[in-house]
């Protein structure tokens, strides 16, 4: 079996957003004999099988420490071992840094990327570059990748279906959630105020999950403000991506305002939980069949009006609507990662 260099941007188990991460190595790790991780951000990691080896500098550490961390150890391991591909996880920058000992070493690299990504300067020009000295490009859905070229490959989400499994039998609306980074790119907003406009404004709306950058830390705090008078609306944190399909069990509906793009893996860890979710990408159309004129929504007066008709349906309905989703989820499982890695890679 052949050895694999994986490149990230952060480890870390506690994290709401990265902790799915953690599927996808082990999944991978299952072709290779070993897995040298390189990430530019250790968190907490969980048990793992000790074929795969994890480097990487911790949270505090400045860029340039990071990047010449990333260089160095990259440097190190590629004289111990001769790499058959390099897996860059949502990484440009680190397929940037170290192009040329890939290069020097006859390394294939592969990079998986599932967002519309910076409108312009420096982040544009790396992910370009990167994009063209990268072997194949792997993406999530026709518009989660910003250039156009045969070297694409859609190839869906990988969500634990297994652990994020439908358990529900029961259709209520008591219990709202948005589910997601918090990001100006997310707009949360759109969201939130489209259930305080709506006929279900007097119950609770928790959103689940953290800023990672200090855009972010800004933006969370300036939706802190804007709601402040709203004790209906509450901003929990983060959760540990293991301990979520424990905490999602209470939830009747999700929210998903992020627009063309971004595929968001929270769409389809709620959606394999049996909560309904709205959704403003129409990337998601697809997965929702003849359903997604229902929970397709383009602004925040096209969901208030959504969710007002949300008690119009009856249970057949819902169960005809989770059967075609359970059905089409099927496309987005980690246990099928590796069948379409390796026909692409």
Known sequence: MSKLLYLNLAVDSDDTSLGFAFGWLKEISKNYESVDVITLRLGKLPELDNKINIYGPTYKKNKFYKYMFLYSTAKKLMKKSEYDNCFSHMSPISVFIIALLLKRNNIKTTLWFTHPGPKFGLKKIILYITYKLSDKILTASTTSFPFKSKKVHVIGHSINLEEFKNQKNVYKFNNFLILSRISKSKKLEISIDAFLNSNEKHKNLDVIGGPLNKDDEKYLKKLEKKYLN??????????????????????????????????????????????????????????YSNHSHKYHFENTVDLTQKINLLNNASASDFDNFFKIINNNLKDHSLSTLNERLNHII
């Open 230 to 287: 709203f004790n209906n609306i509450n901003f929990l944190g983060k959760t540990k991506h293991t301990d979520l399909p424990k905490v999602l069990k209470k939830y009747d509906i999700n929210f998903n305002s992020a627009g063309e793009g971004f595929f968001d893996k929270s769409v389809l860890e709620t959606l394999s939980m049996g909560i309904i979710n709205f959704y403003r990408n129409p990337d998601f159309n697809d997965l």
